[in-house]
């Protein structure tokens, strides 16, 4: 048989290389086909505009990463020794992501199934996707799920994929960092891989790596603060889960006629009637185009926040504390007097920052004496990494750029200031 081979070209990696046809036929299923559809960092474009990168980038990309993370544990510590360890953690890295939906995070506030749920529903019952990963045999769909689900009967495998170290974050801290064009992401891949080891069942990072792993747990803190919380992209999220309940609230009483099928197969179905075909069926165009429909619809407010999200005028971001009871009373009074409905244009966020966590997970490092120790324990650095919290207020721009007295009274509540 000739020999098998796909090389793809990355942008991160260089090269993507599938030489096993098994591998091939998963990334060519329509599940898989559908992340090109998928924004990776859902609105962040319209804080980095060079942020358009695909859900599928990232899948081959974690695939990638795990492809070169076996070789080398192969190498170093002969696992996986047997074929089929090796395609779960390949088929778990390429299709992690496959049940992310259109604006994820956000869609599941509106609706609330988290995207992984899906996930697993699509390994066990998309007929494509299903078929081809019982080809190797009746329990590895289950499987799969099972090391997705850190269920602990993979324990070599689940770590690979879903821990503090994984192949994911490795490839989409890369990723987002070079599409956003920002340099805080950057951390040496090859070297973090090549520092990877494998000791009686357990996955350990050598200490010698310790700088490495440091500007890895850096990256992604940088990543946190700067990219993905940034205020603005946090603003374009709570703009499209305001247009998304407006939407849903008129599905529900019957007052929006122009709704995508796609789209209401899923708003306003119990999640258990909603078939996996009807849920793959709907990508990031099927919103962008219901956001088009209904910024010409009758509905004044719907109207409105679907323009205001097409041409960008976002909310503004306000950095307080949680405003009170008194407080969120006088501020809907206040906007509702500026003609502005205050259950859609004023709403607050906390944007919860990722520290380190070294409790039950932390990442094991292996002394040259053969001991181990917690990373918390050796790097100063990382200890100072505590998860934290940032309430913001969301406004339309106009509030807080407004002048006359209406726009002075709002402002005197939103930023805390006596009357
Ligand atoms: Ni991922």
Redesign the pocket.
């Known amino acids: 048989m000739p020999h098998f081979e796909k090389v793809l070209k990355d942008p991160v990696h260089d090269e993507i290389l599938v030489e096993d046809p098994w591998i091939w036929q998963l990334v060519n299923t329509a599940a898989v086909q559908r992340l090109r559809r998928i924004r990776q960092l859902g609105t962040s474009y319209l804080t980095f505009h060079g942020a358009e990168h695909s859900r599928f980038t ?1 899948s081959l990309g ?1 695939y990638e990463t795990m492809r070169r993370l076996l070789i080398h544990l192969q190498q170093e510590c002969g696992w996986p020794s047997d074929e089929r360890d090796r395609k779960l953690a390949l088929s778990a890295a390429l299709l ?2 496959v049940g992310h939906g259109p604006f994820s995070h956000t869609f599941e506030a509106i609706y609330p199934v988290h995207h992984e749920h899906w996930t697993h529903r699509i390994i066990l019952e998309d007929d494509e996707v299903r078929s081809i990963l019982s080809e190797v045999d009746d329990d590895f769909p289950l499987d799969l799920v099972g090391i997705l689900r850190k269920k602990g009967r993979h324990p070599m495998v689940e770590p690979l994929i879903t821990s503090q170290l994984d192949v ?1 974050r490795m490839d ?1 801290l890369l990723r987002d960092a070079l599409n956003t064009g920002v340099s805080y992401g950057r951390f040496e891949l090859a070297r973090l891989l090549r520092s990877l080891t494998l000791v009686d069942g357990q996955i350990l990072l050598r200490a010698n790596a310790l700088h490495t792993v440091e500007q890895y747990i850096l990256a992604r803190y940088f990543m946190y603060t700067q990219v993905y919380l940034h205020p603005v992209t946090v603003g374009s999220d709570v703009l499209v889960f305001q247009i998304l309940r407006r939407a849903a609230e008129l599905i529900k009483s019957g007052e929006l006629p122009d709704v995508p099928a796609e789209l209401l197969a899923i708003i306003g179905a119990d999640e258990a009637n909603v078939s996996v075909a009807d849920y793959l069926a709907m990508d990031e165009s099927t919103l962008l185009y219901a956001f088009r429909t209904w910024s010409k619809c009758h509905d004044e407010v719907l109207a409105d926040l679907s323009r205001r999200f097409l041409h960008r005028r976002l909310f503004s971001p306000v950095l307080r504390s949680e405003p009170n009871v008194e407080e969120w009373a006088a501020l809907r009074t206040a906007a509702r007097s500026l003609g502005f409905h205050p259950d859609y244009y004023v709403s607050g966020r906390a944007s919860e920052i990722a520290g380190y966590v070294y409790r039950g997970e932390g990442i094991l490092l292996l002394r040259e004496d053969g001991t181990r120790t917690e990373l918390s324990r050796e790097s100063r650095v990382v200890r100072a990494l505590l998860p934290d919290s940032e309430y913001r207020i969301f406004v339309p721009k106009e509030v807080v750029e407004g002048t006359g007295p209406q726009f002075d009274r709002v402002r005197s509540i939103l930023f805390n200031r006596t009357l």
């Open positions: 990232h974690a992690h992501d994911d989409y």
